[in-house]
Every structure is written in C-alpha cells, then in structure tokens.
C-alpha cells in the first residue's frame, strides 16, 4: 500500500533553516510529480511546492518563493523540501502529497510540524 512518511519538522528560531523529508513507497515514485502542502490552524491546507517526476521542473507559492526549495532522489524514493529564512507564518503541519489522476485520488503522510519562534 501506498505510505509517506515525513520527517525533519520541529521547532527553529526566525531566519533559520529545515529540511523536511518524505520517504515514499507503495507505487513507483519516478512515474508521479510530488507536492508538499502546509496547514496551519484555522486555515486550509495549501499547495508549497510541487515537482516533476523527473525532478526537472518546480513551482513554487509565491509565499515562499527563493527560500524553498524543493528536490527529489529517485534512487531513494524520497521527496525534500530545503526551507530558509523561516519566518513565524510559515508555522504550519507540511505534508506530502502523490496523486493518482484516473481515478483522482489523494494520498498524504502523517505530517511533519515546523514551528517557527523565537
């Protein structure tokens, strides 16, 4: 079955830095574009960055533009997101995502928490 598990949440000052992790399996990764979405509370879940299959293209919401990146092994099956600069509205839960389109179906992870404070 299909799992995702995140990992490299946590607390970190203003300006500082993580690196989220997302293990995947269940399906062949290399075939499928990932994205990393963030939920805040009270707010709804948004899309942060997504990438192709093979890795050769990205996007990015314009909230984080040119402080995250996101990158993927496909050797190792897992997606990253490199996220600097922090700031306190980037606390949010960061979850993967795989979408399988036919039939539309959503997969996600537990989710990772980052806590932005000082």
């Known amino acids: 079955q299909v799992q995702l598990v995140e990992s490299g949440g946590g607390l970190v000052q203003p300006g500082g830095s993580l690196r989220l992790s997302c293990a995947a399996s269940g399906f062949t990764f290399s075939n499928y574009p990932m994205r990393w979405y963030r939920q805040a509370p009270g707010k709804e879940r948004e899309l942060v960055a997504a990438i192709t299959s093979a890795g050769g293209s990205t996007n990015y919401a314009d909230s984080v533009k040119g402080r995250f990146t996101i990158s993927r092994d496909n050797a190792k099956n897992t997606v990253y997101l490199q996220m600097n600069s922090l700031k306190p509205e980037d606390t949010a839960v960061y979850y993967c995502?795989?979408?399988?389109?036919?039939?539309?179906?959503?997969?996600w992870g537990q989710g990772t928490q980052v806590t932005v404070s000082s």
């Open positions: 995502n795989y979408r399988v389109a036919v039939p539309r179906r959503d997969y």
